[in-house]
């Protein structure tokens, strides 16, 4: 099973949205949310690590 980033990404951003209250509670959970976003965005852009192809050398360059 994969994960759904982007999905999980649109529902983190509406719960901010609905956390817009001023109170010290709100703050601390949409900062709390932000982190998680930023981690969700990471791991849905992360790219697999790429494999290195080696070019054929001459016998000068050896």
Excluded: N, W
């Amino acid at each position: 099973m994969t994960s759904d980033f982007a999905a999980a990404h649109l529902h983190l951003e509406r719960a901010c949205h609905y956390l817009r209250g001023d109170d010290e509670t709100s703050s601390a959970a949409r900062a709390a949310l932000d982190i998680l976003i930023d981690a969700i965005v990471a791991a849905q852009y992360k790219r697999p690590p790429a494999d290195v192809v080696e070019f054929p050398r001459t016998a000068k360059q050896r």
